[in-house]
């Protein structure tokens, strides 16, 4: 059975610095890994998705790397803003759901 | 815009009185799935669907019904609503080609509160 880890829960940090959230998973048979930001509320938005032959992606100031063999994948957020102060989900594709961790609730301090 | 389309976003109801959510998709995808988040759980599955008259359970199916008589529509029916079924619902759909290269798109949810 699938289970997803991610680490830290919370985050805190000041506005321009760089950040990695971290995610686990005990099954490497994944088709892709996606990350997803929900703001407080509201909808999952995709944000990257990482097909289970990529070793990573890029959108913008956003990077996620994957390691399947080490069931682990990482978000790195480059000069973080006030408005990326959101819930980052990470979810790994099996063949018929996704499974989510629990989320790393992150706080951009101005 | 390719969307996925939930309907109410908020609902307030009492316990017992049967109700209905919908949900819609625009990218004529196959797969349909209903997830819900709860404090502490996460997220969850409720049923899926892969195509028009096929659907299975999910892990937490149990008080909940689901039907998929178009490929763009799955409802999810709660026909004699709990307290325990106060959640955020969330609709998803994703194409069934091309596996690794896709990934799912969410509806923006629903607000379910039975008292």
């Known amino acids: 059975k699938q289970e997803v880890t991610q680490i830290p829960a919370a985050l805190s940090v000041p506005e321009g610095e760089n950040l990695v959230l971290n995610c686990s998973f005990t099954?490497?048979?994944?088709?892709?890994l996606q990350w997803f930001r929900q703001d407080p509320g509201k909808g999952l938005t995709s944000l990257l998705l990482?097909?289970?032959?990529?070793r990573e992606q890029t959108s913008g100031r956003l990077n996620a790397s994957l390691d399947k063999s080490s069931g682990r994948s990482t978000l790195y957020i480059a000069a973080s803003q006030p408005g990326d102060s959101a819930t980052y989900l990470c979810?790994?594709?099996?063949?018929?759901?996704?499974?989510f961790g629990q989320g790393t609730r992150l706080t951009i301090n101005p | 815009e390719a969307q996925v389309t939930q309907n109410p976003r908020y609902l307030i109801t009492v316990t017992g009185k049967k109700l209905t959510v919908t949900c819609s998709q625009n990218?004529?995808?196959?797969?349909m799935s209903w997830y819900r988040q709860d404090p502490g759980l996460g997220l969850r599955q409720i049923y899926y669907?892969?195509?028009?008259?096929?659907?299975d359970k999910g892990d937490v199916p149990e008080g909940y019904k689901v039907s998929r008589k178009e490929k763009r529509n799955f409802p999810l029916i709660l026909e004699s609503p709990s307290p325990n079924q106060t959640s955020l619902y969330f609709c998803?759909?994703?194409?069934?080609?091309?596996?690794?290269?896709?990934?799912?798109?969410f509806g923006s949810g629903t607000r379910l509160t039975v008292v």
């Open positions: 998803a759909s994703r194409t069934s080609r091309f596996t690794a290269n896709y990934g799912y798109t």
């Open positions: 099954d490497s048979a994944i088709y892709n």
């Open positions: 990482i097909q289970s032959s990529q």
């Open positions: 979810a790994g594709r099996g063949a018929q759901k996704l499974v």
């Open positions: 990218m004529n995808h196959e797969y």
């Open positions: 669907s892969m195509n028009v008259e096929v659907t």
